[in-house]
């Protein structure tokens, strides 16, 4: 079993800066694929961003494309998702979650195998 905690979570204003971070307690970090996912009031758990066990790869929902930067440092066991100018629409509960399988397949899809408790993003107007 792989324990998953994020932190990093707040109260931003529109157009602010967050940084989420993810780490894990378990020796194999750099053989897992990460990736975030968020979920709104009311509304489906989505995919936001997925980075690769070696970090060369990265994948983002077009909604945070070109605001959102994923990276990880395997040396620290620790995944870090920059959130650069936030909106309120992005005002979600965000996950981060883990699997042994490629990257890619986190991108819109929620069977992921490990996910962490949340940590909630509030962006004010």
């Known amino acids: 079993q792989v324990q998953l905690v994020e932190s990093g979570g707040g109260l931003v204003q529109a157009g602010g800066s967050l940084t989420l971070s993810c780490t894990t307690a378990?020796?194999?970090?750099?053989?897992?694929?990460m990736g975030w996912y968020r979920q709104a009031p009311g509304k489906e758990r989505e995919f936001v961003a997925a980075i690769s066990e070696s970090g060369d790869s990265t994948y983002y929902a077009d909604s945070v494309k070109g605001r959102f930067t994923l990276s990880r440092d395997n040396a620290k066991k620790l995944v870090h998702l920059q959130m650069n100018s936030l909106k309120p629409d992005d005002t979600a509960v965000y996950y981060c979650?883990?699997?042994?399988?490629?990257?890619?397949?986190?991108?819109?899809?929620?069977?992921?195998?490990?996910w962490g408790p949340g940590t909630q993003v509030t962006v004010s107007s």
């Open positions: 378990g020796r194999t970090f750099s053989t897992y694929s």
């Open positions: 979650a883990a699997d042994y399988r490629p990257a890619q397949i986190f991108v819109n899809n929620l069977l992921i195998q490990f």
